[in-house]
C-alpha cells in the first residue's frame, strides 16, 4: 500500500480487543504488513506457503486472515470502507437499491466435492458465487454455493441477509431473467423488496448492455482483476467470500486514496 491507501485503510480498521481492554495479546507483527500480505495474496494468487520473505511468515499472515474471516472483521472492514466510497460519490450510506446476479467459476483440486458442483447452463464444475452490488458496483452481501445451486434458491438467503442486516432500506433489486417465479412474489411479501427482473428482448443478438444489470456485470470484472478469483481455491465457501470481500476492499481503498489526494489542493486553496 502507498502512505495515502495506509491512511484509509488505518481509519476504516477494526479496533483489536486488546486495546480496549476486552483481553487478548498486542499483534506480533504490524497490522500494515499483515494488510499488504493479505492483499499480495488476493491480487496475486499465489499460494499461501509462496509468501515472499519480506512479508510477516505465511502461517501468521493465514492466522490473521482467518480470525478476520471468523470473527466478521473482514466484512465490518469492507462495509466501512463501502460507507466511506458511497459518501464521497454523493450517495446516502446506505443504499436502497441494488442488482442481484450470480457467476460459475471453475474449482480447483482443494475445492472438497461436498461444496462444489456442476452448473449444466454454464458448463462448469466448480462454485458459484452470488453477490448484490449498489447503484455504484459496491459489493453489499455476497454468498458462495455449489455451482448447481441455482440463482432462485441462493437469492432467498442472500436477500434474506439484506433485509435482516444492516441494510435494511434496500426496496428494489434489479435482476436477470434466472430470478422470475416466486422469487417475486416472495421477496415482495416476505421482505418487502421489489424484485425487478430486466430481460432480454428477442430482438436481442450477441452481447448487449442491458439497464441496470450492467453494474453487477462491471464488478464481476473488477473481480476477476484478482488472480486469487480466477478460479476457486478456498477450502471453504466462507474463505472464498473473505476472499471477494478483501478484492473490493482493494479497489475501495485506491478509490479513497485518488479522491483524498485530489481534494487535498482544493482545501488548501
Not at 16 to 39: F, I, K, N, S, T
Not at 154 to 172: D, F, P, V, Y
Request: glycine share 8%.
Amino acid at each position: 500500500m502507498t502512505d495515502a491507501e495506509w491512511a484509509v485503510v488505518r481509519g476504516a480498521f477494526p479496533v483489536p480487543r486488546w486495546l480496549e481492554g476486552r483481553g487478548g495479546q498486542p499483534e506480533a507483527y504490524c497490522h500494515r504488513e499483515m494488510v499488504d500480505a493479505v492483499r499480495y495474496l488476493v491480487d496475486n494468487g499465489i499460494k499461501w506457503r509462496a509468501m515472499p520473505a519480506d512479508l510477516p511468515p505465511w502461517d501468521r499472515v493465514y492466522a490473521f486472515f482467518r480470525r478476520w474471516r471468523d470473527q466478521g472483521l473482514a466484512g465490518e472492514f469492507h462495509d466501512r470502507l463501502r460507507a466511506r466510497c458511497r459518501v464521497a460519490g454523493g450517495r446516502a450510506v446506505e443504499p436502497t437499491a441494488g442488482s442481484i446476479d450470480a457467476q460459475s467459476v471453475k474449482a480447483a483440486a482443494s475445492v472438497p466435492s461436498a461444496s462444489r458442483g456442476y452448473d449444466g447452463g454454464k458448463k462448469v464444475n466448480g462454485r458459484k458465487r452470488h453477490i448484490v452490488v449498489d447503484t455504484l458496483g459496491l459489493l453489499l452481501s455476497v454468498l458462495v454455493t455449489a455451482a448447481d445451486v441455482t440463482d432462485r434458491c441462493a437469492a432467498r438467503t442472500l436477500l434474506a441477509r439484506l433485509a435482516g442486516g444492516l441494510l435494511r432500506k434496500i426496496r428494489r433489486v434489479w435482476a436477470d431473467g434466472s430470478y422470475t417465479g416466486d422469487l417475486v412474489d416472495w421477496a415482495d411479501e416476505h421482505l418487502d423488496i421489489a424484485l425487478t427482473v430486466v430481460k432480454r428482448t428477442d430482438d436481442m443478438h450477441g452481447f448487449v448492455v442491458l439497464p441496470r444489470r450492467w453494474v453487477v456485470e462491471r464488478t464481476f470484472g473488477w473481480l476477476m482483476r484478482s488472480r486469487r478469483l480466477a478460479r476457486d481455491y478456498e477450502t471453504l465457501p466462507t474463505s472464498s467470500e473473505a476472499v471477494i470481500r478483501w478484492s473490493m476492499s482493494m479497489l475501495m481503498t485506491r478509490r479513497l486514496a485518488r479522491h483524498s489526494a485530489a481534494a487535498r489542493p482544493r482545501a488548501a486553496a
